[in-house]
């Protein structure tokens, strides 16, 4: 076996660091003559007309986001009917106000667990219309398999 030089190790290391380096930056579209981005061609033609530019997530959601907070207690959900747009983006607070609980719409595969602890926040886009079971999947209780609950998805006009 032919002892390793350390020079030649360490320019090895220098160039597979500059090329690992140059391919991230180029993956990224960091490189000096890569086009803006589209987010950026936005912010630059705002800052253009005198308009803010940037601002907080909640000025950028889209205006028909729904907020649904359900809790589920002993064997039930609150509220059991979830009624909302097609298309719309819903966010779900589910709360758990004794044991673990599952939230389950199988037609938008969502499965998501509260525990008392905590609540947990998701979301989708309701981009299906129709009426949807939703569930508890967890069986920590024979009375879980027992709390339904319906996601109504109204067509729009």
Same mark, same amino acid.
């Given at each position: 076996?032919?002892?390793?030089?350390?020079?030649?190790?360490?320019? %090895?290391?220098?160039?597979?660091?500059?090329?690992?380096?140059?391919?991230?930056?180029?993956?990224?579209?960091?490189?000096?003559?890569?086009?803006?981005?589209?987010?950026?061609?936005?912010?630059?033609?705002?800052?253009?007309?005198?308009?803010? %530019?940037?601002?907080?997530?909640?000025?950028?959601?889209?205006?028909?986001?729904?907020?649904?907070?359900?809790?589920?207690?002993?064997?039930?959900?609150?509220?059991?009917?979830?009624?909302?747009?097609?298309?719309?983006? %819903?966010? %779900?607070?589910?709360?758990?106000?004794?044991?673990?609980?599952?939230?389950?719409?199988?037609?938008?595969?969502?499965?998501?667990?509260?525990?008392?602890?905590?609540?947990?926040?998701?979301?989708?886009?309701?981009?299906?219309?129709?009426?949807?079971?939703?569930?508890?999947?967890?069986?920590?209780?024979?009375?879980?398999?027992?709390?339904?609950?319906?996601?109504?998805?109204?067509?729009?006009?």
């Amino acid at each position: 076996m032919t002892p390793i030089n350390p020079r030649r190790a360490a320019a %090895v290391g220098t160039l597979v660091c500059a090329l690992g380096a140059t391919f991230v930056m180029y993956g990224l579209g960091l490189r000096a003559d890569a086009p803006p981005a589209p987010d950026d061609l936005d912010s630059l033609a705002a800052a253009e007309r005198g308009q803010a %530019v940037g601002g907080t997530a909640a000025q950028n959601q889209d205006p028909s986001a729904r907020s649904v907070k359900v809790t589920a207690r002993r064997y039930r959900f609150d509220p059991s009917v979830i009624e909302v747009f097609q298309d719309e983006v %819903v966010k %779900v607070e589910l709360h758990s106000a004794d044991i673990a609980h599952s939230l389950t719409i199988d037609a938008y595969r969502i499965a998501k667990r509260a525990s008392p602890s905590g609540p947990v926040t998701f979301e989708f886009r309701a981009d299906q219309a129709g009426t949807f079971p939703y569930y508890c999947n967890l069986q920590i209780d024979d009375g879980c398999r027992q709390m339904r609950g319906q996601l109504v998805v109204k067509p729009r006009r």
